[in-house]
């Protein structure tokens, strides 16, 4: 084969390309996002609409229904579905796979800007399903202060910090108390005066507004002019005209009494029973979930030391801890399996040299497989992870095949050259066939629809990508070592130029041009040139001496360590292994001496042979129906939580106690690590918005 010939040839330039695809590799390991699953995105939108204080039924029937006639024709569609509420519309719309998200939004926001809602009805919020809209850590303030201050230390102090992290994309805040000013105005004053009570509330909503004023404009210069009108503290509300005429001046402190308070809860949060402020920190699409997380828990800490020691931030909820775990296990799998390759092929092959070659293109294959993954997208995570540890065994298939017929053509006596290039070319084209039918069973994957194509896409790319890297390493770099130290048969001709001819030993002809007769400096230069020429002289030859250290002397010296120490190490590793080798090779000779007996009875008695062949595919059919069928394997991260549903239209406060009330049987018991509960909202996977409704709640325990 050309191939295999071209690189025995050429063994620089394969070590080059090599250790180029290592480099690319390890780069690429340091630039993958590390998440738990790949992306996946389902093909729906979801219209939200919020109409305060409305009814179910005019819900569907002032929002719902307008909005579903003016969306239903939207191109590749195929469900739409609704949900009227109390003061909330929730229109569903399910596309076909590979309909292109972006522009489909574009056209459903188009259709619903054309439709005429209430004036009272919020405008429509159009949602997208999308898994990494989870956030990926939760951080419950709590403390002894009032729920006041631990809300404004959550937004002023918490959010803003960590907000500022790179990869943060954004911390959302509920629970708490959010202060507010309140004005009791009193009707009957207002009343003695003839003032409607619409007159204050317009007034107030005009009011502490900083508005433009203009220009003004000067010979030399230009003025902005800008109004004032913001409310610095309690006076300037209490002192603010109200209404004027005459000599009659009503200021709001007049009519109204003025007093802090906050805001009506409509959602209530709790860590361990305690009433607390949560805040959930998302990242951005394409950051590293486990770089994120761990910058933002260290920020968390130094936040924690500035606290007060009745305030502290604690991670209620924490998605990279998992994530790392699961990494860990399977990349820690398939070293296992790697290193198990390994000693297996060493039992069978009984030879240091030969298993260390193979060996190799385990880590070549895994590190080049990273540099494919990052150009094709692909992120680290249990799929991708799933796929290298997979293809760990399938690697050494191709090297081991080349490797085994180079040794046979050199046991039948040919030159390690020979049988190294007639070895790999006559199995060329088998490592290439039986590769190629792996690769067409994974490949096909990535083009499969929805979700199971979503996630089983990075492993079949991953598989494919390295099974291709090791069949070039097994028709490239097997055979450039496996000639080490031989050299190519045949005479090595040197081409010579148009019409020259280089010289060659004693025996070389041609023209020869006359040597030029050498100028002579005059005698005072050549005084005053003498110390200069010693002076280079002897830089040269540092140089020289100093490029021989570190180019020859310093790495043959140690690479002859580093071959004492293997060699050291080889042995004591065979003095472990022999025992292990003797028990091997026993239990494989038996193996040997009874396979030729079992092959002819069942090829003497070929109807009990497919008998028993039929019988055994029946039973493994017949188990089939009692298998489960699922997408995912269930996985649990330690960490669980359930939803409480009361009656529609019972108070926030009613479901709040019914909620305390599940916590404290939960606060006595030991397994427990941390609790958390959501009275008011439950948050949606995949969603940006939470469901908020009164009698929902949800409590999220960590074991």
Known sequence: MALVERSMKRPVTVTMITVAALLFGAVSLSRLPLNLLPDITYPSLTIQTEYADAAPAEIEKLITEPLEEAVSVVPGLKLLRSVSRPGVSEITLEFAWKTNMDFAALDVREKIDLVNLPGDADKPVLLRYDPSLD???????????????????????????LESLE?????????????????????????????????????????????????????????????????????????????????????????????????????????????????????????????????VKARIEWLNKGFEDDVRADVLFDQSTFI???????????????????????????????????????????????????????????MSFGGLALGVGMLVDNAIVVLEAINRHRTGGKSVWDATLDGASEVS??????????????????????????????????????????????????????????????????DAGDGDTPESGDG???????????????????????????????????????????????????????????KILGRALDVVIRPVQAVFDRAWGFVARAYPSILESALTRPGRTLTLTLIVAALAIATVPRLGVELVPPFTQ??????????????????????HELEKGLANDSEIGIYFTSVGESPDLGSARNQRRENIGQINIAV
């Open 135 to 161: 956030p990926i850590l939760r951080v419950g303030l709590s403390g002894d202060k009032d729920l006041v201050t631990l809300r404004y230390l959550g937004e002023r102090v918490l959010k803003k910090d």
């Open 324 to 382: 790392e775990k699961s990494i860990q296990e399977v990349r820690s799998n398939a070293i296992v399996g790697g290193l198990l390759a390994v000693f297996v092929l060493f039992l069978f092959l009984k030879d240091r040299r030969s298993t260390a070659v193979i060996s190799l293109v385990i880590p070549i294959s895994i590190l080049t497989t990273f540099f494919a993954m990052q150009q094709f997208g692909v992120s680290l995570n249990i």
């Open 638 to 659: 330690g960490e669980f939580a359930f939803d409480l549903e009361l009656p529609p239209g019972t108070p926030l406060q009613k479901t709040a106690d019914r909620v």
């Open 167 to 295: 990869g943060v994309a954004s911390v959302r805040i509920r629970g708490g108390l959010e202060e507010e000013i309140h004005v009791a105005v009193d009707e009957k004053k207002l009343a003695a005066l003839g003032i409607p009570i619409r007159t204050v509330s317009d007034f107030l909503m005009n009011q502490n507004l900083n508005a433009a004023g203009g220009r003004l404009r000067d010979r030399d210069a230009e003025f902005l002019v800008r109004t004032t009108n913001e409310f610095e503290n309690m006076d300037d509300i209490r002192q603010t005209v109200l209404f004027e005429e005459a000599n009659r001046r009503v200021k709001l402190e007049d009519v109204a009494s003025i007093s802090r308070g906050y805001k009506e809860r409509e959602v209530v949060s709790r860590v361990r029973g305690k009433d607390a402020v949560e805040l959930a920190i998302y990242k951005e699409g394409n950051a590293n979930t486990v770089q994120v997380a761990r910058a």
């Open 429 to 494: 084209r088998a490592v290439t066939a039986s590769t190629l039918t792996t690769v067409a069973v994974f490949l096909p994957i990535i083009f499969v629809e929805g979700i199971a194509g979503q996630i089983f896409r990075d492993q079949a790319l991953t598989v494919t990508a390295s099974l291709v890297v090791s069949l070039i390493a097994a028709l490239t770099l097997i055979p450039v070592l496996a000639s080490v130290g031989s050299r190519a048969r045949g005479p090595l001709h040197i």
């Open 508 to 566: 070389a002809t041609g023209p020869k041009t006359p040597a030029k007769p050498k100028r002579r400096l005059p005698g005072f230069v050549r005084v005053i040139a003498k110390p200069f020429q010693l002076l280079f002289a002897g830089i040269r030859f540092l140089l020289v001496w100093l490029g021989r250290f570190l180019a020859v002397l310093l790495p043959g010296t140690i690479f002859r360590i580093l071959a004492i120490v293997f």
